[in-house]
């Protein structure tokens, strides 16, 4: 038996460990993982892992990316599959608006997508969950905040949601701080004349996340509704969610790399370039996260990744006028390599389950994205985990015009990305000739929820 490609002698990054074996490759799919295979072209590995695709459960393709810069920024983080959390004007339809979408992104994308369709409005939009669900886009997104935009839900709302989701086989995915205090807290810092980065986080403090997760906890204690809180910053949200696993109720944590890498005070001469919602907190909370990383309580980490033009970040009257959110999709994996796997803070299946495994479970992937398998996409890249690295304000690629962790060094180094089989970058080059992302269609099995996958194996 010959393979299209085998990608031999190098170190494959199992759920449960590592293991040295070769991966086999037939029509864009893995086929084998053993010894000695043999394949029409073959492509030598060693001193290398072979890490799945990362699966992204939290992008923007907006503000200053488009589906192609923010799908090449992707490849370059080892990312080949995005979920993007399409953003339906308050006003518009939203399963038109997601049928618009799906050949917008497929002419311009590098990695394979699909989307959190937006939901606000929910008297009027509540079908739409059944309706997007049977066209394979299960997962859906809902804002506890922004009021003044337009998008935020109320409580009846979110009910009316969660029972349409249990209804049909769909997840809701929250935004999960309380819109009124934050509004509230906003005017009243203007009002003072605070300005600062950290006058803005202070007005969005941890206790308006810690309201809205309890909140939603409530709801899905009455409905059962699979519930995936994005953004979770704080020991205190992750404590919550820990808790209704530990009874059994369907829900999921996802953390983003700014809030494990980065506290508030080491943020505050960054001005709005560090400017998101929810914001950074104290050391103790970055700490916490890595516990509940380490330990599965959170599920995923999605990068949340924003780039904006310089005109939305810096010269503004005000902080409170800079646009929400940062880049950091293209560093995210060996940031957290270096600051996580090899600081013993989690292992490195853990940190590869919770970047392509189990957000790929949760979120309709499962059998075809997050892992290294038999019958897999054969989406995978090789990581080099000894070559340094330095950060600077060009690494986040794509349209990103600074990194937050600018002058950091570290060591892990992405070197391959194959999408499907077909190589994306090679010796960190993006290829032409890459494969087209494709939309994916989706179903989310019930059951989706229990234990993690993370082995204990370090490197
Ligand atoms: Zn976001």
Known sequence: MSY??????????????????????????????????????????????????????????????????????????????????????????????????????????????????????????????????????????????????????????????????????????????????????????????????????????????????????????????????????????VRLVAAAKLEGLPVYAETCPHYLLLSAVEAAGLGGRAKMAPPLREDADRQGLWYALAAGFIDAIGSDHSAFVPAEKEGLDSIFEVGFGVPGIATMFPL???????????????????????????LGLSGRKGCLAVGYDADFFLFDPEKPFVIDDASERGNAYYSLYAGRRGKGSIESVYCRGVPALLAGELQADAAKGRFVRREIATGSGGASTGGSRVP
């Open 4 to 237: 299209d490609l085998v990608i031999n002698g190098g170190t494959l990054v199992l759920p449960n460990g590592l293991v040295e074996a070769d991966l086999g490759i037939e029509s864009g799919r893995i086929a084998a993982l053993g010894e000695g295979l043999r394949g029409t072209q073959t492509v030598d590995t060693k001193n290398l892992l072979v890490l799945p695709g990362l699966v992204d459960p939290h992008v923007h393709p907006i503000h200053a990316e488009t589906y192609r810069s923010v799908s090449e920024a992707a490849i370059h983080g080892g990312i080949t599959t995005t979920l993007h959390h399409l953003y339906t004007p308050p006003d518009r339809d939203p399963v038109r608006f997601f049928e618009q979408a799906i050949p917008e992104a497929e002419a311009d994308s590098y990695t394979d997508f699909a989307f959190h369709v937006r939901l606000n409005d929910l008297a009027r939009t509540q079908p739409a969950i059944a309706e997007l669900t049977g066209r394979g886009s299960p997962t859906f997104k809902l804002f506890l905040a922004y009021g003044g935009r337009g998008i935020m839900v109320t409580d009846d709302e979110i009910l009316l949601a969660m029972q349409a989701a249990v209804g049909c086989g769909g997840t809701l995915l929250f935004h999960a701080e309380n819109g009124p205090l934050t509004e509230l807290l906003e005017v009243q810092a203007r009002d003072r004349g605070s300005d600062s980065l950290l006058d803005y986080y202070a007005s969005r403090p941890a206790e308006v996340e810690i309201e809205a997760v309890a909140r939603l906890l409530s709801m899905v204690k009455l409905t059962r509704c699979p519930t995936y809180f994005v953004h979770l910053t704080c020991r205190e949200s």
């Open 336 to 362: 957290l390599f270096d600051r996580g796997v090899r600081q013993a803070k989690v292992t490195l299946a853990r940190l590869v389950d919770a970047m392509a495994t189990r957000p790929a479970q949760i």
